[in-house]
């Protein structure tokens, strides 16, 4: 009760430097927030890009309906498969004078259907990698009543590639980005506290125990970087809107990553005020 | 209370403060530790507060040892001594009343006990008019007197006290001596450094420590036990 009541008198007393100390918070988890709404859009980019990863398997002309539900029920067994849709050769023909509109006078001087049937296999989220395509169509292919199959290997194997080239890259800026914004929150902490480490030495001496000198610094620095996280948030969402109404529609990101933001926030806020108190108890 | 064994104290590069020191100050015992600026005073308090370590020798307060207390157990010490600091350290920003009632909430006492002995201090030093007047904007008298107040608050068993009538003038000295002589008729060991002779004069009850460029040059005490 001490500590909070002490937290919030400190911040009273020095509102100028509480809310420049905030400020700073903020504008470093501004920069990890923009950094988080540009990674997070990237990832739902390629992921709508992965949905579209499946395999099709040609069944043979000769092959009855019953052994394509046989077919399909073997390919939705495998753990990779969520779901098996079934294209019959009128439905391919028809989807193929949609989607190719400029071969209309071939499709319509047609007697025979020359498509086959298909099995579309789509893939659970997890399993959108080559190998995981690759076992699926090599499966799909030694069926006897599959005539061919294609994934478009090359495509899986690229997109997965700028995926993982896109998670390391994430990771190392999120990564220089999140040390940035912990060092400049633990500068602004620092300096907070530097103006009252003579406080701190005085604590010492009229006898308070190490634990009841940090605690308000603790909890000081903790408010001190969740109200810089929120102010973050508020920057970020900000930024998000400008963007969204004047360049080009952006998703936002989920709200616990904000949660995470600000708790971090809070929590670098908190372990710097634990070093820096930490020193000036040393002093005296 | 208080007993200091050879106590040598070196600052490098500076040189050494203290060489050799040795005196035993004993419960209920009022001494002035006098010199010229600079002959160790502010030193030895630092030592018995333990603020400082000696380079050898052993400082011993209140059953407490500088060679057996470490840095986190020190406040054990410190809620027993009160200190009077020669340049205050008061915490800037805060009222009279919040200064000396500080010394109590670090000790976990009840608040209601906070404030009534905090009023009763600072009504003893006669400052209950400024009680709730930002440090700040008190005269040096009175910031010495807050210094004072926080002090004795606690009830310590012993008082430090660096050049406490320093920014006093003769009527609010004699107010702080009548302090500390009722400190001392109730049992409270004081030791109270000072430069001012003419103050040590007026006291010839009290034991005298003189010392100078940090060697302890004359203790009356001493002499009245060799006498003896």
């Not at chain 1, 997890?126 to 690759?134: I, M, S």
């Not at chain 1, 030495?201 to 810089?228: C, D, K, S, W, Y």
């Amino acid at each position: 009760m001490y500590a909070l009541r002490e937290a919030i008198a400190a911040i009273r007393r020095a509102p100028l430097l509480t809310i420049l100390s905030a400020a700073m918070v903020a504008l470093a988890l501004f920069v990890v927030g923009v950094f988080g709404v540009v990674t997070y859009n990237l990832h739902q980019a390629l992921t709508q890009i992965e949905e579209r990863v499946e395999v099709v398997a040609y069944v043979r002309d000769d092959v009855l309906e019953d052994q394509v539900r046989e077919l399909e029920g073997v390919l939705l067994e495998l753990e990779e498969v969520r779901a098996v849709r079934f294209v019959s050769r009128e439905d391919a023909l028809l989807t193929a004078r949609e989607t190719l509109g400029e071969f209309e006078d071939l499709f319509s001087g047609l007697q025979v259907n020359p498509l086959p049937a298909s099995l579309e296999v789509e893939l659970q989220p997890g399993f959108r990698n080559p190998e995981a395509v690759a076992r699926v169509a090599g499966l799909a292919r030694r069926h006897p009543n599959v005539e061919d199959v294609a994934y478009g290997g090359d495509w899986v194997d690229r997109l997965h590639l700028l995926r993982q080239v896109g998670a390391i890259g994430t990771a190392i800026l999120g990564m220089a980005f999140s040390l940035v914004a912990a060092l400049i929150i633990a500068t602004a902490v620092r300096i907070a506290i530097f103006a009252r480490r003579d406080e701190i030495q005085v604590m010492r001496l009229v006898g308070a125990t190490n634990g009841f000198i940090r605690r308000p610094f603790l909890l000081e620095g903790f408010l001190t970087g969740i109200a810089g996280g929120l102010l973050a948030a508020g920057l970020t969402y900000s930024a998000y809107l400008v963007v969204y109404r004047l360049v080009f529609p952006l998703d936002w990101i989920p709200m616990e990553w904000i949660a995470g933001g600000v708790i971090a926030g809070g929590a670098f806020g908190l372990l710097a005020s634990a070093v820096a108190v930490r020193r000036y108890l040393r002093e005296v | 209370m208080i007993k200091l064994t050879k106590v040598t104290k070196e600052f490098p590069p500076r040189g050494r403060a203290l060489s050799e020191v040795s005196f035993h100050l004993r419960k209920g015992e009022f001494a002035f530790l006098t010199g010229h600026s600079g002959s160790g005073k502010t030193t030895t308090l630092r030592l018995v507060h333990m603020a400082d370590r000696p380079t050898s020798g052993e400082v011993r307060a209140c059953g407490f040892s500088s060679e057996l207390t470490s840095d986190r157990e020190v406040w054990k010490l410190r809620r027993r001594v009160g200190y009077v600091f020669q340049e205050f350290r008061l915490l800037p920003g805060r009222t009279a009343t919040e200064n000396v009632a500080f010394a109590l909430e670090v000790t976990g006492a009840p608040r209601r006990d906070i404030l009534s002995r905090t009023h009763r201090l600072l009504a003893q030093v006669g400052l209950s008019s400024s009680s709730s007047m930002p440090v700040d904007e008190l005269s040096g008298g009175e910031r010495q007197r807050v210094a004072i107040a926080r002090a004795l608050v606690n009830d310590p068993l012993v008082v430090l006290a660096d050049e406490p009538t320093g920014n006093l003038d003769d009527r609010a000295t004699r107010g702080i001596m009548e302090l500390f002589q009722e400190l001392h008729a109730r049992g409270t060991s004081l030791l109270v450094a000072t430069h001012d002779l003419e103050l040590v004069r007026r006291h010839p009850e009290f034991r005298v420590l003189e010392l100078d460029e940090g060697r302890l040059v004359y203790d009356s005490g001493a002499v009245e036990e060799g006498a003896a």
